[in-house]
């Protein structure tokens, strides 16, 4: 009997060109959203952009809604720690500009996620992983909780920003970072920080004696 011979290399360089596939395909999704869309794009479209075969499609995604979820949920985790960070910045001014402006410029993908058919499943998504945070940030004493005070900054940063992205004519990104410092993050942040202080190790420095 013959014995088969093992390539990890052959492996490797399949599972490396797979990767930079899936890449593509995400890649022509975004740039096609920018132009038109989520309804108006087609597979055919995506792998135009991509230039990458039809066929090569299905092998990494059944749909289209398939890519866009895998899309949607590195962008939920993104937008995640970006809404935490805010409140654990001292210049939280700078923070939620910071958040506004990551949206707008993803803006046509933004708006399928928060305002398309898709949308409540995304924020149910968005809670489940602020739950998931919000677990690990729990401490005893805090007021609000630091796990109550998670979620409400998740899911209000989540709100604020579908109401931007409906509006006919927006807001300045400057101005709904204002409505988010200050009605989403000021009334919350001290609890997310106290938590934060709490959770850190501390270092315990012994004095010499004179």
């Not at 013959?2 to 930079?20: E, F, M, N």
């Not at 005070?149 to 006919?168: G, K, Y």
Request: with cysteine; proline share 4%; hydrophobic share 40%.
């Amino acid at each position: 009997m013959g014995h088969k011979i093992h390539r990890p290399h052959l492996k490797t360089a399949q599972d490396a060109r797979a990767v930079r596939t899936r890449e593509a395909l995400r890649n022509a999704l975004l740039r096609l959203l920018e132009l038109k869309s989520f309804e108006q794009i087609t597979i055919r479209d995506i792998c135009e952009v991509a230039d990458v075969g039809y066929t090569t499609f299905f092998r990494h995604h059944q749909t289209k809604e398939s890519l866009l979820d895998e899309i949607a949920a590195e962008q939920i985790g993104e937008l995640v720690g970006m809404s935490l960070k805010v409140a654990d910045a001292s210049d939280t001014r700078h923070a939620s500009i910071a958040v506004c402006q990551y949206v707008d410029d993803h803006r046509k993908l933004w708006s399928t996620l928060l305002t398309g058919g898709a949308a409540s499943a995304l924020r149910e998504e968005f809670i489940r992983l602020s739950l998931d945070v919000a677990a690990t940030r729990a401490q005893p004493g805090a007021w609000p909780p630091a796990d109550i005070a998670t979620i409400l900054v998740v899911s209000s940063t989540l709100e604020l920003l579908s109401w931007w992205l409906r509006q006919r004519k927006p807001m300045s990104i400057e101005e709904v970072a204002a409505i988010h410092e200050h009605i989403i993050i000021t009334p919350i942040a001290p609890s997310m920080k106290q938590a934060q202080d709490s959770a850190r190790p501390v270092t315990r420095r012994t004095k010499a004696r004179s």
